[in-house]
T-cell receptor, first 105, second 113 residues
Framework: GIQVEQSPPDLILQEGANSTLRCNFSDSVNNLQWFHQNPWGQLINLFYIPSGTKQNGRLSATTVATERYSLLYISSSQTTDSGVYFCAGANDMRFGAGTRLTVKP | DADVTQTPRNRITKTGKRIMLECSQTKGHDRMYWYRQDPGLGLRLIYYSFDVKDINKGEISDGYSVSRQAQAKFSLSLESAIPNQTALYFC????????????FGDGTRLSIL
């Protein structure tokens, strides 16, 4: 099956900083999604982004399908952004291992 | 996502017991999924269903079975639970018509002693 790699595995930021999370796929996917798992374990769909760029408030995502990667940008980070960010895709929805983000006040 | 409800939220049981986890949704979505999450790892797909008559194995289906009783209901069964099935289980839904974003329930934390 498709392999999904996320980087970095862990990220610690000061409140207000910006960050970029990366997701690489071993093969093409047409349903790439980004999720946030909050400290209580809930999973929230952030973006459905098979290609192109989308923005939602302080978050934006870009997928370059031809090069099999996607980036998630978080600007002016807040403590509520803490948690684990996952990317996923493919017909059998392969997830990466996630990036654990900690935003300190 | 309150539109996807998982029951129970927590369950502790013993090795060898039969367990059923239930998922119901009010989103009107055709597609439903069961995942498990182990500590420090991403989610892995167990089974998925694109409509009431459709059941597909995911990445890790061994030891599990599912039933799609209705469009809104998708249950996961462990016929004879074993300790390495201890995990956090998630149900998700998505709409039909090409690939659509997934929406998750709040999870069921299952411990098998």
């Amino acid at each position: 099956g498709i392999q999904v790699e996320q980087s970095p595995p862990d990220l610690i930021l000061q409140e207000g900083a910006n960050s970029t999370l990366r997701c690489n796929f071993s093969d093409s996917v047409n349903n790439l999604q980004w999720f946030h798992q909050n400290p209580w374990g809930q999973l929230i769909n952030l973006f459905y982004i098979p290609s192109g760029t989308k923005q939602n408030g302080r978050l934006s995502a870009t997928t370059v399908a031809t090069e099999r990667y996607s980036l998630l940008y978080i600007s002016s980070s807040q403590t509520t952004d803490s948690g684990v960010y996952f990317c996923a895709g493919a017909n059998d929805m392969r997830f990466g291992a996630g990036t654990r983000l900690t935003v300190k006040p | 996502d309150a539109d996807v409800t998982q029951t129970p939220r927590n369950r502790i049981t013993k090795t060898g017991k039969r367990i059923m986890l239930e998922c119901s949704q009010t989103k009107g979505h055709d597609r439903m999924y069961w995942y498990r999450q182990d500590p420090g790892l991403g989610l892995r797909l167990i089974y998925y269903s694109f409509d009431v008559k459709d059941i597909n194995k995911g990445e890790i289906s061994d030891g599990y079975s599912v039933s799609r009783q209705a469009q809104a209901k998708f249950s996961l069964s462990l016929e004879s639970a074993i300790p390495n099935q201890t995990a956090l289980y998630f149900c998700a839904t998505s709409d039909l018509g090409g690939n659509q974003p997934q929406h998750f329930g709040d999870g069921t934390r299952l411990s098998i002693l």
